[in-house]
């Protein structure tokens, strides 16, 4: 079946540092890929869609300076917590969609645990 | 507004027992409705989905969910449940614009216990 990786699986960072997050799709191509974000007790929140080879498009709210999205391939997209700061500790997911496939097929990755100190 | 409500924030059920979790939306478009299943360090898994027709679909590992568009809810269900189904359940709705794919509105979830 189709799977999704992340990586890393958790990072402990210090104040002001920057981190990257990838996400991969180890067996199919995808054109779209999201980035939620998922807060203690709290539901999955859309941070950004993440489009092959174009700019990510973020949701209100969401800082696009701070969180930089690229999708360089059809099967990486990265997310990168720029000056990240405490606030910023959450469990990030990313989920791909197969090239020409639909939401019914979401694959999603096993997130990241990102803390910072 | 678009949105997903989950009642129940934490369920506890015998194993053996039957279960229900509650997920009401409220969607201008007609929903797409999922379900979805995390257990600690894992991704999530889709366990079933209702698109059109048959309003009563069946999902993996014996779950299946009702959509009832009178009372906007999509309830997941199981006639007995196994020690193994312990997790955090997720209802989401979709829906595809013009032909692009869409992102999910998830609910909150519930963390449903099972004990022996």
């Known amino acids: 079946g189709a799977v999704v990786s992340q990586h890393p699986s958790r990072v402990i960072c210090k104040s002001g540092t920057s981190v990257k997050i990838e996400c991969r799709s180890l067996?199919?191509?995808?054109?779209?890929m999201f980035w939620y974000r998922q807060f203690p007790k709290k539901s999955l929140m859309l941070m950004a869609t993440?489009?092959?080879?174009?700019?990510?498009?973020?949701e209100q709210g969401v800082e696009k300076d701070k969180f930089l999205i690229n999708h360089a391939s059809l099967t990486l997209s990265t997310l990168t917590v720029t000056s990240a700061h405490p606030e910023d500790s959450s469990f990030y997911i990313c989920?791909?969609?197969?090239?020409?496939?639909?939401?019914?097929?979401?694959?999603f990755g096993p997130g990241t645990r990102l803390t910072v100190l | 507004a678009q949105s997903v409500t989950q009642p129940d924030i934490h369920i506890t059920v015998s194993e053996g027992a039957s279960l229900e979790l509650r997920c009401n939306y409220s969607?201008?478009?007609?929903?797409?409705l999922f379900w979805y299943v995390q257990s600690p360090g894992q991704g999530l898994q889709l366990l079933l989905k209702?698109?059109?027709?048959?309003?009563l679909v069946q999902g993996i590992k014996g779950f299946e969910a009702e959509f009832k568009r009178s009372q906007s809810s999509f309830n997941l269900r199981k006639p007995s449940v196994h020690w193994s189904d312990a997790a955090e359940y997720f209802c989401a709705v979709g829906a595809r614009y013009g032909g692009s794919q869409g992102n999910l509105i998830f609910g909150k979830g519930t963390k449903l216990s099972v004990k022996p």
């Open positions: 989920s791909a969609i197969p090239q020409g496939g639909w939401t019914d097929t979401q694959y």
């Open positions: 067996d199919f191509q995808a054109t779209t």
């Open positions: 209702y698109f059109s027709g048959d309003t």
């Open positions: 969607y201008g478009a007609t929903p797409y």
């Open positions: 993440s489009n092959e080879g174009s700019k990510a498009t973020y």
